[in-house]
């Protein structure tokens, strides 16, 4: 039970650590959203609850693996779950679409932690759709698909 526990918090956490891309932004959009999305990275690693209030909008919305949905109290509260240890990661197969005040991050990654005191390994595909609102990049959704055990990471 303690197995498929961990499965379910780990298919709840996005990733938005980005590589830059050869794409040219348009002269309107906003500066900073890479830099949000890598902020947001080290908050999850760090459990900096404060941190991913400021950077999630108070109306997201997340879509889990399983199809269920959450809201941002519920996925703040699965980050910084005491019993969820997440390493530092960066997420792979980037691409961002990026269109005036919206930017969306699509991306592999795969988690390395703990869920009471377990291993886990955690690889899923994800979208992260960025805002600008209020001065800032703000994380309105995510969607989280698991990958299964036999797909490539970088392209399977």
């Known amino acids: 039970m303690k197995r498929l526990h961990a499965a379910a918090a780990m298919l709840l956490l996005t990733a938005a650590c980005a590589p830059a891309n050869d794409r040219a932004e348009p002269a309107t959009t906003p500066a900073g959203y890479r830099e949000a999305a890598s902020a947001l990275d080290a908050a999850i690693a760090a459990k900096d609850e404060a941190a991913l209030e400021r950077l999630i909008a108070e109306d997201f919305l997340w879509v889990r693996g399983s199809g269920a949905k959450g809201d941002k109290a519920a996925f703040i509260g699965a980050l910084t779950a005491p ?17 005036g005040n919206s930017a969306l991050l699509a991306a592999t990654n795969q988690l390395h932690g703990t869920a009471d005191g377990e291993p886990f390994v955690d690889r899923h595909r994800f979208a992260d759709h960025w805002l600008w609102r209020d001065g800032g990049w703000r994380l309105v959704y995510a969607q989280v698909t698991p990958l299964p055990e036999t797909a490539d990471p970088d392209g399977g």
């Not at 019993?83 to 269109?99: D, L, V």
């Open 83 to 99: 019993a969820i240890r997440i390493e530092p990661f960066r997420a792979s197969e980037a691409r961002w679409i990026i269109s």
